[in-house]
């Protein structure tokens, strides 16, 4: 049994360093910058549009985002919501984490332009997604990527590709993997034994995934705001504490990112190739753009404009990566817990951070948190990740069902559901190791018809968004 594991542990490693290595990933880089480059980089000079679309319209009185008039659609909010409950996960604590240790502080400059790319990347995605969708023989409106790739390209083989990834990947990195992360966070703070958890996990999941996509988004309306918000204030609080090393911190980030005046040429460009692999790859890893998955959530919104939603998928990488893991990055480069020198002995000598003793992932954000909060700083992250965990089971279950759909039918749906809420007690009663690294696999597979889809529809998107903007430039004229 050791062997069999060992050689599924070697195949798995083997494809996924072809499928996130530096081309992949240099692949994702390209079609963010074709899509920002061909928009005129949207994101930027567009900003006060996409900001007064999405969140500023949340606060109007005749706010149109909050409502449906579509019983069988969720409003843009929701949409928001339901995605950032998938993609504001674990990863925004740990990930970060690890990019820190094994990227050092630059890996975050290069988080950040992942994320100044990917929002255009997202925005594709989702104006594509509302361009193909349809409905379904209930009612509801179905799309996704494996929608656009069938729709707009004709190639039903690599949508069916997408959806196998996409169901395999729901049940890793979705589903166990989470249920693992919450189990063991309440064990080792509050010693809630894992098979309890287990079981609240499941009846809890079950009563909101089986509901469907309306229970659903309406949980994710009231818990993804507050606990953003609460994880924000959390982060706020240390960096306040801590307020005379921020300039140090983005000094460090900028320096690293670049170079590093005390080491010579060559290591210094080894260091710099590491900063880019982390903060890249953790960027998608965290806000999901690129991978299509969100799409699904996104095509089931109240909207009539392809390009306004788009909007909104620009704003859920901005909020995932520039402003939740940014205060990550930042709550533990200020609290001085960080040993700069010891990481990055540690990368450039190959040794294993925890051989060296020193904390990484959860244990570094937690013992940041922990320097200026104490004992509550542990538990404070121990209920972030339980929020965070939960929330993404709950968007990840929405993706899986839909590509089930997509490959099996409507009558399958029901089956999916059972096994993904059992599967939530494994999660948190089994060691996951394997399973966590081989779901980063499939994630990858997900990916990588998305991006070509993505590369091949361009022009459709760039299209749709010069029309959309052509007309709101004359109803402006019309009406000042």
């Known amino acids: 049994m050791e062997q069999l594991v060992r050689t599924i542990s070697q195949i798995n490693d083997t494809l996924n360093e072809f499928i996130w290595g530096p081309y992949m990933l240099i692949f994702f880089l390209f079609v963010g910058l074709m899509f920002t480059v061909r928009t005129k980089f949207f994101q930027i000079g567009h900003i006060k549009d996409w900001l007064d679309i999405t969140i500023l319209s949340v606060f109007r009185k005749d706010n149109k985002s909050r409502k449906t008039n579509d019983k069988h659609s969720i409003s843009q909010f929701q949409s928001l919501c339901t995605a950032l409950a998938a993609t ?90 989470q249920g693992n992360e919450i189990a063991n966070g309440l064990n080792n703070s509050f010693g809630v034994p894992t098979w309890v958890t287990g079981l609240v996990v499941m009846c809890v999941a079950a009563m909101v995934i089986l509901g469907g996509i309306k229970r659903i988004a309406a949980v994710a309306e009231k818990v993804v ?3 953003a918000i609460i994880y924000i204030v959390g982060a706020l609080i240390v960096i306040g504490s801590n307020v005379t090393a921020i300039p140090g911190a983005f000094a460090m980030i900028f320096d690293n990112a670049f170079n590093l005046p005390s080491m010579g040429g060559g290591v210094a460009g080894f260091t710099v190739m590491l900063a880019m692999k982390q903060g890249i790859s953790r960027g998608i890893f965290s806000n999901e ?24 998928a620009i704003f859920e990488v901005f909020t995932d990566t520039i402003v939740v893991c940014t205060m990550t990055a930042l709550t533990i480069l200020c ?146």
């Open 335 to 480: 609290s001085g817990v960080y040993d700069f020198a010891a990481y990055e002995q540690c990368a450039l000598s190959g040794i294993d951070v925890a051989d060296a003793g020193l904390p990484s992932g959860v244990a570094l954000t937690s013992a940041a948190f922990e320097s200026v909060l104490g004992p509550f700083g542990n538990k404070f992250i121990s209920i972030a990740i339980m929020l965070f965990a939960f929330t993404t089971i709950l968007g990840w279950s929405y993706y899986g069902e839909r590509a089930v759909e997509y490959l099996f039918g409507l009558k399958a749906v029901p089956v999916y559901k059972i096994i993904f809420i059992l599967m939530l007690y494994v999660g948190c009663n089994a060691s996951l190791e394997l399973v966590i690294d081989i779901s980063d696999t499939f994630n990858g597979f997900m990916a990588l018809p998305n991006l070509i889809a993505l590369t091949l529809l361009s022009k459709q998107v760039i299209e749709m968004t010069r029309d959309y903007l052509a007309r709101k430039k004359i109803a402006k004229k019309k009406h000042p």
């Open 88 to 177: 504001i996960g674990v990863g925004n604590i740990s990930g970060v984490a690890v990019a820190l240790t094994l990227g050092g502080p630059g890996a975050i400059f290069w988080m950040w332009l992942s994320a100044f790319l990917g929002m255009m990347t997202n925005f594709a995605e989702k104006t594509l997604g509302i361009k193909y969708r349809y409905k379904n023989e209930k009612g509801n409106w179905i799309g996704g990527a494996m929608v656009y790739i069938e729709k707009g390209l004709g190639w039903k083989w690599l949508a069916v590709i997408f959806s196998v990834f996409c169901v395999l990947a729901s049940f890793g990195i979705g589903n166990m993997a």
């Open 289 to 312: 753009a690129g991978l299509g998955s969100s799409v699904m959530v996104h095509a089931t919104a109240d909207v009539k404009e392809p390009v306004e939603q788009g909007m909104w």
């Open 225 to 227: 705001p507050f606990m």
